[in-house]
């Protein structure tokens, strides 16, 4: 194995490190605080590599045109914090109707409205889930450590392209814009998926048809020679409109189904003494650094405490954490906002099991300490 580079990173830069390494050449954008030097990165690196960045009017145009660069066949990623979050809303809808693969990184902030620009928050979590109208599948990943956000950054891609669809990053500021030690992986240590293409001369192509065997159509970029029609209203194989219900049916039950059928493969998560444990945190990104502190100074003073760490937040993990609450009696969801998370835990652990929740919206980052005093107070 050759040596791995070792950098010192913050947060945003791993992840342009990371979208670069997973073959990302378009990136289209508004600055936002705190993810601004993600953008500023993009602007640096990617003319460098052969690739494109450009900066849009507003965070609605910025979500367009990264539509526009998968569209015409490059890997492409946008970034925000929440209130260009909000505003891209409308065009994540139409990439997840019409199958565009895309990566948004969402840099959470203080909110709701401008709120706190420079502050930490995990407030975005259910908007991930719901933020655009209609049903609709969403893929969204929350980093924990600077590492991850490399990681976890290339992962998204390579998810968004095998399922055709945009996918989240999930990181909130404290993550974002933390510096630590990295080993940066060699190209021979990871994956990159890349997306099908129609076949060399391949005749009567239809845009999106599903062939047997395989998970999502086939994908030509503008250009190729493939004629075919891209539109947010319900369409056929060729991609032309329909008012069938039988095709309006089997369409969006394609869309949902192409990841709940497989969210073994998408759903990860880390758990850190919970072999014993009869109490445990679900905690993910920042908060969940705390946590682990928590669990550990706990173990110290007899309490059998451990962690759940969702790493997939969406689709939600729900086998596992019902799993979990068969044999525990007792669980803390800490998040920095006043309970989104928490409400699927609700949805599936078992009756018996009690949750609680610490939420915390003031623009500061969940403490160790302020987890201890929480679970002492439920142990």
Known sequence: MAERAIKLMQGNEACVEGAIAAGMRFYAGYPITPSTEIAELCAEKLPALGGKFIQMEDEIAGMAATIGGSLAGLKAMTATSGPGF??????????????????????????????????????????????????????????????????????????????????????????????????????????????????????????????????????????DGYAFHVTGLVYDEYGFPKTDTDVAEKLIEHLMNKVADNDEDIITYEEYEMDDAEFFIIAYGGVARAAKEAVKECRKRGMKVGLFRPITLWPFPEKRVHELTMSRKKVLVAEMNLGQYVIPVHRVKMPDCKVFQYGKVNGEAITPEEIITKIKEAY
Request: charged share 25%.
């Open 86 to 223: 909000s505003l891209k809303q409308e065009n994540i809808g139409y990439a997840a109707m019409t199958q565009i693969p895309c990566v948004v990184v969402d840099v959470m902030r203080a909110g709701p409205s401008t709120g706190l620009p420079t502050s930490p928050s995990q407030g975005d979590i259910m908007q991930a889930k719901w933020g655009t109208h209609g049903d609709h599948p969403t893929i969204a990943l929350c980093p924990a450590s600077v590492r991850e956000a490399y990681d976890l950054t290339i992962r998204c891609f390579n998810l968004a392209e095998k399922y055709r669809t945009p996918v989240f990053l999930m990181m909130d500021e404290v993550i974002g814009h933390l510096r630590e030690r990295v080993e940066v992986p060699n190209p021979d240590e990871y994956e990159v998926f890349d997306r099908l293409k129609p076949l060399p001369n391949e005749k009567n192509f239809k845009a999106y048809e599903v062939r047997k065997g395989e998970i999502v159509p086939r994908m030509a970029a503008f250009g």
